[in-house]
């Protein structure tokens, strides 16, 4: 464990590195289809089609690699693995903007879902340095730095995108997060892990499968693993009916654009407001009580979305269960690292997310599908949390 400061020092280049990788991500991601438009894609449906692929590719990677780059943190330096993983983010984006393809552009996606994975890598690193006592506070702030570039992403991006184009935002974000990663190779602490690694010689009880077999069998970290899925499956299939929803209730087009805007963005202020508060109950009080208590309050604010409230009344809705979301995969995420050890903290953090996964991936598909049995109102009355914490790509802002 680190001396306070070392630790605390840390923190804050983690959160930086959060921050920067959550904004670059979420900036670049509704511009996407413009982007593929750039490449000269082809046809409106094609472009469409290569744009869901580049959505969804970053996540499919991510979930093959993340148990792997864990598995190689334990055995060797945490502190690499978060350089690695900028490293990993600069470079994809980087060649994202020089791609010259839609394909190719896939293809370097895929490449920053394989070799990124910035939240998996701080957290694992902030599970060995932090006191045991102020994990939760820690993952809090961390949480906290990804809903601030959730939140400006899309506004910085939009205005880099209109002043230089598209290939420019990645440009500047691959060299700020390389950036990063010279500052974070130069300042964390850890360059090797001070304990001794039985791993090298103890490959069933460290191993990736391993990681995978005891998250399902212990009885609590697969509960919580199981609520974590069905946040982000039922999170990610309802927001693609979130925007038809809002539509309908205001005919006007552009009035029903903005109005969308503001209440995506007041989920995230709300995030932005409950990460590190959240964080901090989870050290005082019982982590599963208060997933419990915020995954319940949450589910109010679902039901207040049927209710006749207006627009000012939606604001208030979409901030609170922000606000409540916020506190339901960090606990997830604590209660992995509260019964992992130095030896496998890292695996089971990787695979922790690999599982995860399946609620992102499957997430869209099933509310398309639902979407076309019942009418967007109905669906919206069943929805998840705050689908606008990962709205369009926000699924990259994890890698």
């Not at 598995?71 to 010259?100: C, E, H, N, P, Y």
């Not at 990063?180 to 009880?205: C, E, W």
């Amino acid at each position: 464990m680190m001396p306070p400061t070392e630790w605390k020092q840390s923190v804050r280049i983690l959160w930086g590195a959060r921050f920067l990788s959550s904004a670059g991500l979420t900036g670049i991601s509704p511009f996407i289809p413009y982007y593929m438009e750039h490449l000269n894609a082809g046809t409106t449906k094609e472009v469409l089609m290569w744009t869901g692929l580049s959505m969804s590719a970053p996540a499919l990677s991510y979930a093959l690699f993340t148990p792997l780059w864990g598995k190689i943190g334990d055995r060797w330096s945490r502190k690499w693995m978060v350089v690695r993983s900028l490293i990993g983010l600069a470079i994809s984006m980087l060649f994202m903007g020089l791609a010259q393809t839609p394909f190719e552009f896939v293809l370097f996606r895929l490449c920053q879902g394989a070799f990124g994975g910035i939240s998996d890598a701080s957290s694992a690193f902030i599970g060995t340095h932090a006191p045991n006592k102020q994990q939760g506070a820690a993952l809090g702030q961390l949480e906290r730095a990804s809903a601030a570039g959730l939140l400006v992403g899309p506004l910085l991006g939009s205005i880099c995108v209109n002043t230089w184009g598209s290939s420019s935002l990645l440009f500047i974000t691959a060299s700020l997060t390389m950036s990063f990663a010279m500052l974070a190779a130069f300042v964390l602490t850890g360059a090797k892990n001070s304990y001794r690694q039985p791993a090298i010689t103890d490959n069933h009880n460290t191993g990736i499968i391993h990681a995978f077999v005891s998250l399902v069998s212990h009885p609590l970290a697969r509960r919580l693993i199981i609520a974590g899925v069905l946040f982000k499956l039922v999170d990610f299939s309802t927001f693609t009916m979130f925007t038809p929803y809002i539509r309908e209730l205001i005919p006007s087009s552009k009035v029903a654009a903005l109005t969308v805007g503001v209440l995506l963005a007041m989920s995230s202020v709300g995030e932005l407001v409950g990460s590190s508060w959240w964080g901090k109950r989870n050290d005082r009080y019982s982590p599963v009580r208060n997933l419990r208590l915020a995954g319940m309050l949450c589910g109010l604010c679902l039901l207040a979305h049927t209710l006749p409230i207006g627009v000012l009344g939606l604001m208030i809705i979409r901030f609170l269960q922000g606000f409540f979301y916020s506190a339901l995969l960090q606990t997830v995420m604590l209660n992995v690292l509260k019964s992992s050890t130095d030896q496998d903290r890292g695996v089971r953090i990787g695979a922790t997310n690999s599982i995860l996964m399946a609620g992102q991936i499957t997430g869209p598909s099933i509310g398309v599908w639902v979407g076309g049995v019942w009418n967007t109102g109905r669906i919206s009355s069943h929805g998840c949390s705050d689908g606008c914490r990962f709205f369009v790509g926000t699924p990259s802002n994890r890698f």
